[in-house]
């Protein structure tokens, strides 16, 4: 029979039973109030995730596949969920740490994969960690959509860097985070509580986050744009991943 639990753990459950009923309150009040926008990220993005994993699959023959790439790509619809998950809980500073953490991490793999192609998935995740300490960041965004979006590196500082800055705010303690949370609604520094003009601002940036994301899956698995130009959702895309689209419609590369 198992132990009985103490008086100490049923006090701890209760409590957190409470902060639990909370997030209802909290969630619920976001699906009330943003409506059929508040399933955007999981709607737009999940079927995005899905349909570009199927094209890859029925594309490129499995070693292809088998490439750190492709590895990050298939972790992002358990990204795509918690990002959800977090915007219906009002907890849009974490949906802006775990959106720069996605950037980084597929760039980096995308860039690893192109400099060495020809190395099994052992030795690509192997070189990330070699190169983490050297090249990471901001210098390694740069690099990365300069090259996917076939841009110069002025042109992707001028429409991206400030996009990195504001994420990276949310990943290190800063006082412009608190400012930007606190001037729109202080109490959502201490606790979780809906607010329209936050959440909006967090799905956009999902989107633009996710539009380079995309981009770059694009660019190394090129084949896989005559299935998106015949997309049903194109113009979806066009509204919400302007690069992506662009992307999808370039015959070359």
């Known amino acids: 029979m198992a132990p009985m639990a103490s008086d100490r753990d049923e006090e701890i459950r209760n409590s957190l039973d409470k902060l639990y009923a909370h997030m209802d309150e909290v969630q619920h009040d976001t699906r009330r109030r943003l409506g059929i926008d508040a399933l955007h990220i999981v709607d737009l993005h999940a079927n995005n995730w899905t349909d570009i994993m199927s094209w890859i699959n029925s594309t490129y023959p499995k070693e292809e ?44 793999a995308y860039y690893v994969d192109a400099q060495h192609p020809n190395l099994t998935l052992d030795d ?10 050297e090249f990471y960041g901001w210098n390694l965004v740069l690099r990365v959509l300069s090259e996917t ?31 930007i949370v606190a001037n729109a609604d202080f109490s ?5 509580s809906f607010n329209e003009e936050l959440a909006r601002q967090a799905m956009k940036t999902t989107d633009a986050v996710f539009d380079l994301v995309y981009v770059i899956l694009f660019r190394r698995f090129s084949k896989t744009r005559e299935n998106a130009r015949a997309y049903k959702f194109l113009d979806e895309w066009k509204k919400y991943l302007p690069y992506t689209a662009r992307a999808v419609m370039t015959v070359s590369g």
């Open 188 to 192: 959502i520094l201490v606790t979780d």
């Open 149 to 179: 979006l076939d841009e110069s590196e002025e042109y992707v500082r001028s429409n991206f860097q400030q996009l990195w800055k504001r994420l990276s705010k949310h990943v290190h303690p800063s006082s412009k985070e608190m400012d």
């Open 65 to 108: 596949q088998m490439n750190i790439l492709v590895l990050q790509f298939s972790r992002l619809l358990k990204e795509i969920y918690w990002l959800e998950l977090l915007l219906h809980n009002a907890n849009y500073p974490i949906m802006y740490r775990n959106l720069r953490y996605v950037w980084e991490m597929i760039c980096q």
């Open 124 to 133: 690509q995740i192997e070189k990330a960690r070699a190169i983490e300490d």
